[in-house]
């Protein structure tokens, strides 16, 4: 029997918020969702769109006779919502989360939790540039990954629930300690971010004080475009993310400076072996990419 909830409140009803919930009223996996938010217009669309049956502006009504809360917010102001209403849950619900940032996070939320109140990080590796609801999908996971991260404090009955619920959405379920999921997220997928918003800062200066006459994205093609996709995303859930992840982000990017003078000494030699060389071993890594089933982050 599939996993069912009475009441889910949706705290944040972006994309990843809004997209599961279509997927819990359209599967009936819950007798009622409730969505919490501060926009009312968004929050009116979701219901339009069938992501909720309702929606409050008070978190502590809305999360109030919830056996399920999702924190779908960015990650830095988890502490600041449970805070606010974790103290209205009854013994036996569950928080969870969608969040890209795990490790310090999920030990600061579970140190919030009410007695008898179960908290089990997890990570839908589904978002992409756009946000909010209007571009949310019941298909948004179907084939993606999601990471739950449980601890030795999880509860396992709840730690089964959300995992179910996942596999509902069409994810490919898996669980990882939450440290480690920061340390390969941060090389895998904020990293990737950091670069490509550090390159449109770049070509923004460069347009700004060097070729002000010249329309660089009038100019630009598909290279552009692809590497930088990801530049679109939501400013304010990255910047959250860097903030959560920095060790393993400032590592990451000492890495990547590494490897980008290496390259730029080789050019400015005019080293061609070495730089054939060193795009040959990028293109063999890119290949590898290709083999595998593609990951939305």
Known sequence: MAVHFKQVAIVGVGLIGGSLGMIL???????QVVGIGRRVENLKTAVELGAIDR????????????????LATPVDTYDRHLKDWASCLAPGAIVSDV?????????????????????????????KE?????????????????????????????????????RETGSIVLTMDPYLHDQILGAVSHLPHVAAF?????????????LPALDLAGHSG???????????SSPEMWRDIFVWNRANVVAFIERYERALGELKRLIQTGDAAGIEKALERAKAEREKLNARPPVTV
């Open 130 to 166: 756009k946000t909010g609801v209007a571009a949310g999908t019941d298909q948004l996971f179907q084939g993606a990954r999601c990471i739950l991260t449980p601890t030795a404090r999880t509860d396992r009955q709840a730690l089964e629930r959300i995992h179910e619920l996942w």
């Open 55 to 70: 929606y409050v502006s008070d978190p502590k009504e809305g999360v109030r006779g919830a056996d399920l809360v999702v």
């Open 99 to 127: 969040g890209s940032v795990k490790g310090p996070l999920v030990e600061q939320s579970e140190q919030a939790m009410p007695a008898g109140v179960h908290f089990v990080g997890a990570h839908p590796i589904a978002g």
């Open 222 to 232: 598909g290279g552009l475009r692809d590497t930088t996709r990801i530049a679109a």
């Open 25 to 31: 009223r359209r599967r009936g996996l819950a007798d």
């Open 198 to 210: 550090a390159l449109m800062n770049a070509l923004a200066e460069l347009r700004d004080r060097q």
